[in-house]
């Protein structure tokens, strides 16, 4: 029964790590495109851009374009 469960531990780990998602950016390190992108879909899913994400983003985009 040991020997089931050691043999089980690698292969649980290496498929996590083969399916896991792209990880998403900080607003940060985000381009100007991309930040475009980004204030595009608040604008469809909230309708403006009252939201702290959406300030934030109008912020780093004001600090890229200077």
Do not use: F, W
């Not at 204030?39 to 600090?63: I, V």
């Amino acid at each position: 029964m040991a020997e089931k469960k050691a043999e089980a531990k690698p292969e649980a780990q290496a498929a996590p790590a083969a399916d896991a998602a792209p990880r998403k950016k900080k607003v940060n390190e985000l381009t100007l495109a991309e930040i475009d992108v980004r204030l595009a879909e608040c604008r469809e899913k909230q309708g403006d851009h009252a939201s702290k994400y959406a300030r934030q983003l109008l912020a780093r985009k004001k600090a890229l374009a200077s």
